[in-house]
C-alpha cells in the first residue's frame, strides 16, 4: 500500500551537516495530498515529531530544530528530504519518516549519531 525508505544518516561531529531523504511508493502514496513528517527517537525516550511538510506545501517545525533543519520535496522523486545544520549531540536518535493515509505508515529509521 505505502512504502517509505529512508537513507542519509550517519556519524557525524558536533556542527556538521546531514541530508536525510525518504522515498515514498505504493498505491495509497500520494506526495500532492498527504502530509509527510520525520520524527525521532533517542534511546530511553519517546517518538517525536521533528518536520512536516503538507501537500500545499507548508512546513512546520519543532522548536527544538528550527533555524537548523529544513524540510523539502521532489515530488517528481515522491521524495521528502530533512537537511540538518548545525546538528548537536542532542540530535542523536533513530530517524523515522512517516505518512498518514488511512493508518499510519512508517519507514525502517536511519541512524543518526553526532558525537565527536
Known amino acids: 500500500q505505502v512504502q517509505l525508505v529512508e537513507s542519509g544518516g550517519g556519524l557525524v561531529q558536533p556542527g556538521g551537516s546531514l541530508r536525510l531523504s525518504c522515498v515514498g511508493s505504493?498505491?495509497?502514496?500520494?506526495?500532492?495530498?498527504?502530509?509527510m513528517e520525520w520524527y525521532r527517537q533517542a534511546p530511553g525516550k519517546q517518538r517525536e515529531l521533528v518536520a512536516g511538510i503538507a501537500g500545499g506545501g507548508t512546513t512546520n517545525y519543532a522548536d527544538s530544530v528550527k533555524g537548523r533543519f529544513t524540510i523539502s520535496r521532489d515530488t517528481a522523486k515522491n521524495t521528502v528530504y530533512l537537511q540538518m545544520n548545525s546538528l548537536k549531540p542532542e540530535d542523536t536518535a533513530v530517524y523515522y519518516c512517516h505518512y498518514r493515509r488511512v493508518r499510519d505508515y512508517w519507514g525502517q529509521g536511519t541512524q543518526v549519531t553526532v558525537s565527536s
Open positions: 505504493g498505491s495509497l502514496f500520494n506526495i500532492y495530498f498527504y502530509v
